[in-house]
């Protein structure tokens, strides 16, 4: 009995069984085989559907070759198959490219939100909608709560945020005040896609995709920045080693009043930082080399090392 077809849209994978090769040369199975063996991987063949079976299985006409197949729904004899070549071990196995008579694909009520949604956003970053901070004198580890606060309250992470509420690791207040709650108490009665709704859940499946998030906005007023942070893949490590430590990189991208325009790359592996800046001015390459030790210190002093700067000057920044 052949395996069932694996449907996929209106594209399937069809196992064939050799029957017997119109012209019988030999073992009739061995024969038609080595037919279909001849073929190249991804060679587009035509196929013509010759008979039903009593089992509700096709002979298909192939290559010279007669073989039976599981065919989609709606399939009648005579009907003519496009085919290519997907595999020969341990037999030949063919993708229908639009095959006649197959029943139109259908989505789960799931796949048509998701597409919905996706159809009405095709946002890839997060906007901040006002300055994280009121002044560029604030102190750092205000904007750095600020910046935090940007990524972890933008609904990207709201269902593991729901999860640690459940588990009693994170207050109600804060699960209530992200954009999915808020939207959800002034969204229309008559069901309308809220367009933020759309971009959230459009940015989440990138999340998912590519694990990387972006944002971009004001830091403070009239200061822009462009922002993203990665999860860097683990290092392959042997039997004896010790679990590797999770790496993450940081991109930040400024046009400064006075440095102009600045890059910096932070990678952060446990508590060990490199930072790798680029600016298109050589005067303020210069300065920030001479302010290197500087931020040594002060990343000593909020307990990590800086292993590696590297401070170069580049127009394309």
Avoid at 31 to 56: E, H, I, P
Avoid at 147 to 159: K, R, T, V
């Amino acid at each position: 009995m052949v395996a069932p077809i694996d449907i996929q849209g209106t594209r399937s994978l069809v196992p064939l069984e050799s029957l017997y090769p119109t012209a019988r040369i030999g073992d009739a199975r061995e024969d038609a085989n080595a037919r279909l063996s001849q073929l190249a991987l991804g060679q587009k063949v035509q196929g013509t559907v010759a008979s039903l079976l009593d089992d509700g299985s096709f002979i298909v006409k192939l290559a010279d070759t007669a073989v039976r197949a599981n065919l989609p729904q709606g399939s009648k004899v005579g009907d003519q198959l496009q085919m290519t070549l997907m595999g020969t071990e341990p037999r030949a196995t063919f993708l229908l490219d639009g095959e006649a008579g197959a029943a139109p694909a259908t989505f789960s009520p799931t796949a048509r939100l998701i597409d919905s949604l996706q159809q009405h956003s095709t946002a890839t970053a997060l906007l901040g909608k006002t300055p994280l901070v009121s002044t560029g004198a604030a102190p750092p580890a205000q904007i750095a709560a600020a910046l935090q606060g940007a990524l972890g309250n933008s609904g990207i992470f709201y269902e593991s945020h729901v999860q640690q509420w459940a588990n009693g690791e994170r207050p109600l207040a804060d699960v209530l005040r992200e954009p999915q709650n808020i939207n959800a108490r002034t969204a229309s009665p008559d069901a309308v896609l809220n367009p933020d709704t759309a971009r959230i859940v459009n940015l989440q499946l990138n999340t998912l995709d590519i694990p990387r998030v972006q944002w971009q906005g004001e830091v403070w007023p009239g200061q822009t920045m462009q922002w993203e942070v990665s999860e860097q893949p683990q290092q392959q490590q042997t039997p004896d080693d010790e679990a590797p430590e999770r790496s993450w990189q940081s991109v930040v991208r400024f046009d400064l009043p006075t440095l102009g325009r600045v890059a910096a790359t932070i990678t952060l592996v446990g508590d060990h930082v490199q930072v790798q800046v680029r600016t298109a001015d050589p005067a303020s390459a210069q300065t920030l080399r001479l302010h290197g030790a500087q931020l040594s210190e002060a990343l000593a002093a909020a307990g990590s090392m800086l292993d590696l700067l590297t401070v170069r000057q580049d127009e394309q920044t």
